[in-house]
């Protein structure tokens, strides 16, 4: 085991900090006016797995980088949403369709069994704080106020219970882990251009600051801890973590103190349960990957071991590099959540799925954990940026043997579009009318955005443009403005008209071959129609009888240019804009009607056409008008 590889920061502290602080400085410097603030956290928790409560000491820098006079500050306290009454409880038992997974669990629970936060003493530069609960969020009334540019201490007794497990965090899951620690400390709510983001825990996604953790936790001796962060006193704790052949020290008390320290990420979360076993692998030129589980019967979770490797070595070629040197995958929550250098899976499923939602919620660390969208606000940034490279990976995994892994969004999409239930992505994750509608619209949609572009754009600068974006706004919140701009300096291409039209209104793709007309001095004249609203520009591909084909393509007026020759349509022939406002299109082929065996209208499959049934000539029977 080489240790140095397994626990960088225990050797040097500074190293690590020091060079993801410059790469951020240098890449600031790169988008002008840009800013962002920082936190420096220091805490130290004290667990009594008996009462399922802690007391918590934390230490917090807070460094004001805006341009701004803050007077007051907004902290998460995630733990209250697991109490009768409250805004996730109401807003469950009222959906027309709520997450199973929490019903109406949260309005049944016992006075032992919820979940709290009580904020003890709070002060800043050492004066008292005024502050006052809401909910989910502590409002702090400054008693200075903090200039641009200048740094604030804020000192914080509390005390907490964890919640029986409902969702995502809590004690006691249903698979038997003892703890799911996650939203489970104060945190600082995010304030950025757009001013504070304290937005209540209702049940979607979450905002945070990027920053150092220095996390000490001292719990009953027998307990396995796994999570964010690298663990600094290995040889203390053993548990598989310690260097082999190294003797762990033994404790003098009944608790051991788990001393982690994260540099450079927006949140903290960890596990722990008596029974979990440890595993460790290494990725080629990459990161040291864990493994927390219980006793595995079927033997998944070391299958899981070998893929997760291979997957992450496609995720860094493809991606971009994962900036960390560990990343760890724990069983425990209820069902996948992700969390920065670590994820909760719960175990007990096929194969096939543990391992699709450990991909997922994994490599949700390079779309939310280092290209941290606010993904309340930008859902399907994170989710559905997140899917597209799931389904990549995968596909991957198993040789490339689906020519378009993504088209089961695209079915998705067009189910929701049929159901009439559709809304559009500008929609805050909160407040989705329906759980279908912001599934499908965050991932699968989002998902489709990403098919879309590559789509529009070409497989080459696609793909460049994908890792130029991971490496210019990493370690920061890029909004889809900034991802759609990466885009066009990458293809030379006008994108807004697309990103506007897909995330902020509901209108959709169908295209059609309305007529084939009889030829004329030897041309086939061909009148297309744009059925859906959203314009896109159009691969056709003409085959005769000879099996002789022909690519033609349209560019969309508001693209001001074309996409490069893609491999496979060798002497395509460019034709002339077609503009957004004109329902229809045509143009003339050298061919004969007789001669033609076929035309079809993208067929890659790429073009997400919800009707893609009347793309294609001769008509089919059961083409939809």
């Known amino acids: 085991m080489n240790f140095m590889r397994l626990f960088p920061k225990a050797l040097d502290p500074s190293h690590f900090l020091i060079v993801g602080l410059l790469a951020v400085s240098l890449s600031t410097i790169a ?82 069994e919820i979940g709290y936060h009580t904020v003890q003493s709070l002060s800043q530069n050492g004066k008292y704080a005024e502050f006052k609960v809401q909910g989910t969020i502590l409002e702090v009334k400054l008693p200075e106020p903090i200039l641009p540019g200048a740094k604030s201490e804020f000192l914080m007794d509390f005390y907490s219970q964890v919640p029986l497990q409902v969702r995502r965090s809590g004690r006691d899951n249903a698979q038997g882990i003892d703890f799911s620690m996650t939203q489970w400390y104060p945190k600082l709510a995010e304030y950025d251009h757009e001013g504070w983001h304290p937005d209540p825990y209702v049940g979607r996604e979450f905002f945070g600051v990027f920053g150092d953790f220095d996390v ?193 969004d695209v079915q998705r999409m067009a189910d929701l579009y049929a159901n009439g239930l559709q809304e559009p992505l500008t929609t805050h994750a909160d407040h989705f009318q329906t759980n279908y509608c912001y599934g499908v619209s965050s991932y699968s949609k989002g998902s489709v955005f990403l098919m879309q572009l590559e789509y529009i754009i070409g497989k080459y600068d696609f793909w460049k443009g994908m890792k130029r974006y991971f490496n210019t706004w990493k370690f920061k919140h890029p909004t889809p403005n900034d991802f759609i701009r990466v885009m066009e300096k990458q293809s030379g291409l006008e994108l807004n008209w697309f990103m506007d039209l897909w995330v902020g209104t509901t209108q959709h793709i169908d295209y059609s071959i309305k007529e084939v007309d009889k030829e004329k001095k030897g041309l086939t004249s061909i009148v297309l129609e744009k059925i859906g609203a959203l314009p896109m520009p159009l691969d056709i591909l003409v085959e005769d009888k000879d099996g002789n084909q022909i690519w033609y393509y349209i560019p969309v007026g508001l693209m001001r240019g074309e996409k490069p020759l893609e491999a496979g349509q060798e002497g395509r022939r460019i034709l002339p804009d077609w503009e957004w406002t004109n329902p229809t299109y045509t143009f003339d082929i050298d061919l004969k009607r007789k001669h033609i065996k076929s035309i079809e209208i993208d067929p890659s499959t790429r073009m997400a056409d919800l009707n893609n049934i009347n793309g294609v000539y001769p008509f089919p029977k059961e083409r939809k008008k």
Not at 43 to 57: L, R
Not at 354 to 373: M, P
């Open 216 to 408: 000490k936790i001292s719990i009953d001796k027998k307990y396995v801890i796994g999570g964010t962060g690298y663990l600094q006193n290995p040889n203390e704790i053993g548990h598989g973590y310690q260097e082999q052949g190294v003797e762990v020290m033994q404790p003098l008390g009944d608790k051991l103190t788990w001393h982690f320290v994260a540099p450079q990420v927006h949140d903290f979360a960890w596990a722990a349960d008596p029974d979990f076993i440890h595993d460790i692998q290494y990725v080629p030129n990459g990161p040291t990957l864990h493994f927390f589980y219980q006793e595995d019967t079927t033997g998944n979770w070391l299958k899981l071991q070998q893929d997760m490797v291979k997957a992450w070595q496609i995720m860094d070629s493809k991606f971009g590099k994962y900036p960390y040197k560990q990343f760890s995958t724990i069983q425990g929550g209820d069902g996948g959540m992700e969390y920065p250098m670590a994820t909760l899976i719960s175990s007990g499923r096929a194969y096939g799925g543990l391992l699709s939602v450990t991909v997922h919620e994994a490599f949700h660390n390079w779309y939310y954990g280092v290209l941290a969208t606010n993904e309340s606000k930008y859902p399907w940034m994170d989710e559905g940026f997140t899917s597209y490279a799931q389904d990549h990976v995968l596909n991957a995994l198993n040789d490339y043997k689906n020519p378009n892994p993504h088209l089961g």
């Open 31 to 112: 988008q002008h006016g840009y800013w962002q603030q920082h936190v420096s956290y220091q805490m130290e928790i004290d667990m009594d797995v008996e009462k399922h409560q802690f007391a918590g000491k934390q230490k917090l820098v807070y460094t004001n980088n805006s341009p701004d006079t803050l007077t007051r500050v907004y902290y998460h306290l995630y733990f209250n949403a697991f109490q009768p009454g409250s805004m996730m409880d109401i807003r469950s038992r009222t959906l027309p369709d709520p997450d199973p997974r929490v019903g109406d669990r949260i309005s049944k629970l016992k006075p032992e």
